[in-house]
């Protein structure tokens, strides 16, 4: 192989790994635990990974459309989402946090709009998250509880967020967001960059093995049944099969 094709070679693989793309959509709708212990009564949450190189973008939506008894309106909202990257991977840099197609500002962000930053109130971390996300490495939140290391807001400010206000309520709302509170109505856009690009299959396992969290500890959702959980659906399905 001669030096120009060699470096042509190189070349086509550099853009191979810069053109990589993958996207996958998760649900989070089975019950994880909280400090709420009702039924979930239609609490859910979305979340969109979308792997463009390096540059990853993620549109964490509330699609809830019930809220457990007992929740007031900080524990409506959704707050943070846990993921763990592979191993050797790892976020470098929070680009932006802006409210996502379709959405709006509420209570004191009411004259936010769709595509408008908000990235004041939200920080991402590598460093794990607090109480029953303490086993993901990675932590996007609006509540300032979360890791045991470096915790950086989207707008690079040094203060610290307010959440669960300032989180994520259903559209339409289920419960009335004060007007001095801060909140978006249904989802926000963020975007991060990687320190290497992920495969489309580990894209969907790190999407699929995630967690998210309503209110502050008030519930956590997940993309699968917990085992006690699925051991009831298992049975549930054999009972109907033998009616």
Known sequence: ???????????????????????????????????????????????????????????????????????????????????????????????????????????????????????????????????????YAQVISTSSGQGGGTVTRFDGGSGTVDGPFGGIAANPPLLVVPGSQPAVSNAIHFDVTLNTTLSESDLAAVAHAGIVEFGSDARYLTTTPEPASLALLILGAVVRRRR
């Open 1 to 135: 192989m001669t030096p120009r094709h060699r470096w042509s070679l190189v070349a086509c693989l550099m853009l191979g790994i810069a053109s990589v793309r993958a996207d996958v959509i998760v649900d989070y709708v089975f019950d994880a635990g909280g400090n709420n212990s009702s039924a979930l009564n239609g609490l859910a949450a979305r979340a969109t990974f979308q792997l463009s190189g390096t540059q990853l973008a993620i549109l964490l939506e509330n699609t809830s459309t019930g809220v457990p008894d007992g929740f007031e309106v900080s524990d409506s909202l959704l707050v943070s989402l846990g993921f763990n990257l592979p191993e050797g991977v790892w976020i470098t840099q929070g680009n932006a946090a802006v409210i996502g197609p379709g959405s709006v500002g509420l209570g004191s962000w009411s004259s936010r709009v769709a595509g408008d930053s908000v990235a004041e109130e939200w920080i991402w971390t590598n460093d794990f998250g607090g109480d029953l996300m303490e086993s």
